[in-house]
């Protein structure tokens, strides 16, 4: 997704998709799990084949590196899908899910391949949201210290393997409450 | 400040057919705060330049020097970022980030610090008891890179290192890695990238090195004087990739060279 919203930069921030995807030599399907998760999370508008960045999205991609992360945390936080894990490790023993349980909460809002699962849990280790233990195929609860340490720390904007979206049901439902996406922004950075 | 010279290196390898060989009189610098990219045509042996910059390899003839003496060793002031990532597999990031910090018997608090510095300044926070399995290939690469960067190379080398990844992918690797050279605070001194991909080394480069078919010379060093981010579309970039695009197309003629003695191209 972040590969998309680079492109969308070098072309000034607003552009035909099939422009777009023409410029990397690509086909327009192949860019459009990219803008898909760029519109869910409110960086992109896209309108008649034209896709712009918004307030929000033209502010994650003029950020550093550390910037983008925190950005991108607020966004998957306030969807459906991660809300829903983030709630669930609070309330699990020992704030840990099995990846059955995993399973059963991305079923919600997508069907759980393999691949999307690991989408998942690769976006929600990106932003912070959560941890994910291979060995014992367990996702974690960030601890507090852990969270403070990392939440602050600068990460680049790992393209989340473009595979399924992260929250697609409730696509539309997803779209944050009415508050304005930059005011908790700034409310959010910390 | 010059931190490798290659200076006339010939290299050529023996086979069953009699000697090949792959280039010819290869001679340019590398400076301080130089971000150099090779390209030329498939075959004319820019991954194999790399490996004797480094000292993986030796030349036939000439030498490569780092600060002025001569490698003749694998030198640990250079660190390489792979195309395909080369990441062990059985390692997890942190490890793996770690693995090149080992070898130069760092001791193990020091080693989990630069690690963490390392894992975050790349984005790799929250990752760091992944395996590489579990990763896409831009974050494979981004370990890589963390990889390179852990051992505070003086020289980052890089061969085709977004070649394996899809356009998207590499056009984010593509910017961050600039966001890295441009931070003052983190290595390396100089990067030498080689791409087969040439707006991808107009991009990214100050100087491109352009190499002709085998066996291969150099048939020019073209400068590229835009501030970056660079625009793709503008007519000095379009100027510029043709330029560099005929120069490997047409193949035959320096453009630096004196014309005497040279057929025209």
Redesign the interface.
């Known amino acids: 997704?972040?590969?998309?919203?680079?492109?969308l930069d070098?072309?000034h921030g607003s552009e035909d998709v099939a422009l777009l995807a023409d410029?990397?030599?690509?086909e327009i399907d192949?860019?459009f799990p990219?803008l898909e998760y760029a519109e869910i999370l409110q960086f992109v508008k896209v309108s008649d084949g034209r896709a712009t960045f918004t307030d929000l999205g033209k502010r994650l991609v003029a950020g550093?590196?550390r910037s983008r992360?925190a950005i991108l945390r607020e966004q998957l936080r306030r969807t459906t899908l991660f809300k829903t894990l983030v709630r669930a490790l609070e309330g699990a023993p020992e704030h840990q899910l099995s990846d059955h349980d995993l399973g059963q909460i991305v079923s919600l809002t997508t069907t759980p391949s393999e691949e999307a699962v690991?989408n998942i849990?690769?976006w929600g280790?990106?932003?912070?949201l959560f941890?994910?233990?291979?060995d014992s195929h367990r996702l974690l609860a960030v601890r507090t210290p852990a969270a403070a340490k990392?939440g602050g720390?600068?990460?680049?904007?790992?393209?989340?393997?473009?595979g399924a979206p992260p929250p697609s049901s409730g696509k539309r439902a997803a779209s944050p409450p009415a508050e304005n996406p930059a005011a908790k922004m700034a409310r959010a950075s910390a | 400040m010059t931190l490798i010279g290659i200076q006339h290196v010939d290299k050529s390898f023996p086979s069953r057919h009699g000697t090949i060989t792959i280039m010819q009189d290869i001679s340019f610098d590398v400076k301080d705060a130089d971000f150099l990219a090779i390209v030329g045509p498939s075959g004319c042996g820019k991954s194999t330049l790399l490996r004797l910059i480094q000292g993986l390899d030796r030349p036939t003839a000439g030498r490569v020097e780092f600060r002025g003496k001569p490698v003749d060793r694998v030198c640990a002031q250079m660190a390489m970022v792979f195309q395909s990532f080369a990441l062990y597999p059985w390692l997890t990031v942190a490890q793996n980030v770690a693995f090149g910090l080992e070898a130069l018997d760092w001791p193990a608090d020091r080693i989990a610090t630069q690690v963490e510095r390392y894992v975050?300044?790349?984005?790799?926070?929250?990752?760091q008891?992944?395996?590489p399995r579990?990763?896409?290939g831009?974050?494979r690469q981004?370990v890589g890179l963390a990889r390179a960067l852990a051992v505070e190379p003086a020289v980052l080398l890089m061969d085709e290192p977004f070649s394996a990844l899809?356009?998207?992918?590499?056009?984010?690797?593509?910017?961050?890695i600039l966001?890295?050279w441009t931070d003052p605070q983190l290595p390396p001194e100089a990067v030498v990238l080689v791409t087969h991909n040439i707006e991808e080394a107009i991009q990214l480069a100050d100087r491109v090195i352009v190499m002709s078919r085998r066996p291969s010379h150099v048939l020019a060093e073209v400068a590229i004087d835009l501030p970056r981010?660079r625009?793709?579309?503008s007519p000095a970039f379009y100027e510029l990739t043709d330029r560099v695009y005929s120069l490997i197309t047409e193949g035959g003629t320096p453009m630096s060279a004196p014309p005497e003695g040279k057929p025209a191209a």
């Open positions: 997704m972040l590969g998309l919203l680079v492109l070098s072309h410029d990397l030599d690509l192949e860019i990219a550093t590196i992360k690991q849990i690769n280790r990106y932003a912070d941890r994910y233990d291979a990392t720390g600068k990460a680049p904007p790992p393209s989340p393997p473009a | 975050s300044v790349t984005g790799l926070d929250g990752f008891e992944a395996y579990e990763l896409s831009g974050m981004r899809d356009a998207l992918t590499a056009e984010s690797l593509r910017e961050e966001q890295l981010p625009d793709r579309k």
